[in-house]
């Protein structure tokens, strides 16, 4: 159980344009999602929690006209990257929680995002 | 500022030595948890430490939690290759808002060696 999906896997886009990563709990609802940022060989970066139905919260020095973020069901988060720069390819990853505090946190695969 | 600090950094031992990886902080987390990631992929879920002086164990993996709840360890006897990877610790804070958020500290790159 606990399984948490992300989509593209990888993806390779030109300057300018826009890309949305979706992240999916699949055997479980998840009223909480969060998004990270990696660079290599450093650790994760929170960028924002995603609240189903409500507005998510970045964290400082996270632009959010820029990560927009929709969580529209408690099974679905998406993080979009507009007018994406060579600066932000990374590797985006999210997570799920499974209900109320506490609780463990569960991970997806990643989305490797380089931006030409 | 790093909120938790992770060390060491890189460690590459031989199989069966021992090692340890500590995380610390002056904050005070309401749990805190463990992860290995393979490179190109997100993090496991290795454990969940919530009470103070808390020891889990995990075949050769031992997890302990400080009285505290400021710092943790994990010790690993009797490396193998195959323990080869990258571990985090992540500690879990009460926001303002009352929802709950991980800090990663940096992380350990430990390399068994055969």
């Known amino acids: 159980g606990a399984v948490v999906s992300q989509h593209p896997s990888r993806v390779i886009c030109k300057s300018g344009t826009s890309v949305k990563i979706e992240c999916r709990s699949l055997?479980?609802?998840?009223?909480?999602m969060f998004w990270y940022r990696q660079f290599p060989k450093k650790s994760l970066m929170l960028m924002a929690t995603?609240?189903?139905?409500?507005?998510?919260?970045?964290e400082q020095g996270v632009e959010k006209d820029k990560f927009l973020i929709n969580h529209a069901s408690l099974t679905l988060s998406t993080l979009t990257v507009t007018s994406a720069h060579p600066e932000d390819s990374s590797f985006y990853i999210c997570?799920?929680?499974?209900?109320?505090?506490?609780?463990?946190?569960?991970f997806g695969p990643g989305t490797r995002l380089t931006v030409l | 500022t790093q909120l938790l600090e992770q060390s060491p950094q890189f460690l590459s031992i031989q199989e069966g030595e021992n090692l340890t990886v500590y995380c610390n902080s002056s904050?005070?987390?309401?749990?805190l948890q463990w992860y290995r990631q393979e490179p190109g992929e997100g993090p496991v879920l290795l454990v969940t430490?919530?009470?103070?002086?808390e020891v889990k164990k995990l075949k050769r993996l031992t997890f302990q939690f400080g009285d505290a709840r400021k710092d943790s360890s994990l010790h690993i006897t009797a490396a193998q290759p195959g323990d080869t990877g990258l571990y985090l610790c992540?500690?879990?804070?009460?926001?303002?808002?009352?929802?709950?958020?991980?800090?990663f500290g940096k992380g350990t790159k430990l390399t068994v060696n055969p």
């Open positions: 997570s799920a929680e499974t209900s109320g505090l506490g609780n463990e946190q569960f």
């Open positions: 055997d479980f609802q998840a009223t909480t």
């Open positions: 995603s609240n189903e139905g409500s507005k998510a919260t970045y």
């Open positions: 904050s005070v987390f309401s749990s």
């Open positions: 430490v919530v009470t103070g002086g």
């Open positions: 992540a500690g879990a804070l009460i926001t303002q808002g009352g929802s709950e958020k991980l800090v």
